[in-house]
């Protein structure tokens, strides 16, 4: 950074077209406010629960009956949610993977932004929005900065417009070793190639999580795709709000059948019994080999650290919050 | 809602059974992976837990500069299945009468907890701020050499609130949900 701003000046002073002197200096100010704007992302996804999960979560709380272990675990969690605001200190210790999706217009420098990316994640950790959560598998080191191989995840995603559209999502560790995939037809359940057999894997998953992914939970489904690129499907569709309606109308009804019959499992919040056992089921699918046929089941639990922003495209000061 | 007040005893717990919820006055110690193995492998434990409640956490800690005090900022319960093989015999050789964590533990920890008069209390998983309210001082600090989040951390709490999912009559509400789901899952395939 410090060698940039040298750089610059002496360009400035040499170079007097205006054109010239213009470009220099409004990079470095956007260099410095991209990761502001990239720390102040991390910061309120890490210690705000979004819109359209706390309003469900909060239904969710008057639906279970007073008195009963769900509705203490349900009063608990929305005072977690309003105290982790108020303090803005993270709602959960494990701040989870840091998975960024960015969204981009042509031209754009990527391997600047992850730089920028990188130094935004080292700062929230220095800063406490993210605990230090980064190991080596093999050394079993914790550099304590978030960074490492693979870590953070950062992917992008090229758009055709103006502005640049950056997605965040924590995700546990806790729901993540819930989290599942499996390969139809699966004889164990009765679960063939279609529809039906992707509701049953799906309804298994769920009931073999019990309270361990810290429920309720919010799941993200690819019916199809290899191993890896279904995985990452399921996880993706945790960017959908919990409002949204599938434009696939077969999903968009497997989708509200699935949170309905889940909900009459009785696993409840935390696996302590109960009405409420999943709050949301997001669907998509991808093509597959004749050979194959995965189902990959991303599970999240209550504390769904997800948010975004829009860049201004000057200034990339936060322009807009999409959840 | 019922409350249970330092000093815990066998006796204490033995009162409590699954479903209660609790509000836990007194003092806890965490412990996890690391304390764990380390008591397991026969080590003596740094600090008498006869009579003890034990707390499956690794807190996130700040020291202050000037005074060097502690204090926990987020402080919600991790996995406890981890500790399933380990956690009875800590129970019988160190007469802990109570586990925190989340999630449950297993036959062995259930059958230990009938034996010898202990409960496993579940927390409200991802509560971490809720949770560190309620430590009201850090009391001691043992095992440090295992890094802070894995030492032993002696704490006061007040109205620290949790459920009993095990209790000391052999009833665990982790099986009885998981059979009764599995039931109606029966039913929904
Ligand atoms: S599963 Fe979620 S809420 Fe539970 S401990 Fe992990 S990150 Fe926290």
């Known amino acids: 950074m410090a060698k940039k701003v040298k750089s610059t000046k002496v360009k400035a002073k040499s170079a007097p077209k205006k054109t010239v002197k213009k470009i220099p200096v409004k990079k470095l100010d956007t260099r410095k406010q991209t990761i502001e704007s990239l720390l102040e ?53 494990d701040t989870g993977t840091v998975i960024f999706f960015v969204y981009h217009p042509p031209g754009f420098f990527q391997n600047e932004f992850k730089e920028l990316i990188k130094k935004a994640v080292v700062q929230a950790t220095q800063k406490g929005y993210l605990r230090q959560n980064s190991v080596n598998s093999l050394t079993g080191e914790n550099a304590g900065t978030n960074l490492g191989e693979g870590h953070p995840s950062i992917h992008f995603y090229e758009t055709n417009k103006k502005e640049v559209e950056v997605k965040l999502v924590l995700k546990g560790g806790g729901c993540e070793n819930v989290s599942a995939q499996y390969s139809l037809p699966d004889t164990t359940l009765g679960a063939g190639r279609d529809l039906e057999g992707v509701r049953k894997v799906v309804i298994d998953a769920v009931y073999k999580a019990q309270g361990k992914g810290c429920g309720p939970g919010a799941l993200g489904v690819c019916v199809g795709g290899d191993r890896a690129d279904s995985a990452y499907a399921a996880k993706k569709q945790l960017l959908r709000k919990l409002d949204d309606k599938n434009s696939i109308p077969e999903l968009a009804k497997l989708e509200n059948e699935i949170v309905e019959t889940c909900n009459k499992l009785g ?14 089921c997001k669907m998509t699918h991808s093509n597959r080999v004749p050979a194959s046929f995965f189902v990959s089941i991303s599970y999240m639990c209550w504390a769904f650290r997800r948010q975004g922003i829009v860049m201004d495209s000057k200034k990339n000061t936060i322009k807009k919050w999409l959840y | 809602m019922k409350k249970l007040n330092y000093p815990f005893s066998p006796e204490a717990v033995r009162e409590l059974k699954v479903g209660d919820m609790v509000l836990i006055t007194g003092k806890l110690f965490t412990g996890r992976d690391a304390v764990h193995k ?21 807190p996130v800690t700040m020291k202050d500069k000037k005074t060097g005090k502690w204090t926990v900022t987020a402080a919600g319960p991790t996995t406890s299945i981890r500790e399933e093989p380990y956690q009875w015999e800590v129970i019988r050789d160190h007469g802990i009468v109570g586990v925190i964590g989340k999630g449950g533990m297993g036959q062995k920890t259930l059958d230990a907890c009938k034996e010898y008069g202990c409960v496993y209390f579940h927390a409200v998983g991802g509560a971490a701020q809720v949770l560190a309210e309620k430590i009201k001082s850090v009391d001691g600090l043992y095992l440090e050499e295992f890094g802070l989040p894995e030492a032993i951390w002696e704490l006061t709490v007040e109205d620290f609130p949790v459920v009993v999912t095990m209790d000391a009559h052999g009833n665990s509400l982790h099986k009885e949900v998981e059979a009764s789901s599995k039931e109606i899952l029966k039913s929904v395939l």
């Open chain 1, 41 to 93: 992302l991390i910061r309120i996804t890490s210690t705000v629960i979004p819109d359209d999960v706390a309003k469900v979560l909060m239904k969710a709380r008057t639906q279970e009956e007073q008195n009963t272990t769900a509705s203490y675990a349900m009063n608990i969690i929305k005072d977690n949610m309003d105290l982790a605001k108020f303090k803005s200190q993270p709602l959960c210790q």
């Open chain 1, 267 to 280: 696993i409840g919040p935390m696996g302590f019994g109960g009405k409420t056992t999943l709050i949301s």
């Open chain 2, 38 to 58: 380390y008591l397991h492998e026969g080590n003596k434990s740094p600090v008498n837990l006869k009579n003890q409640i034990i707390y499956h956490c690794g």
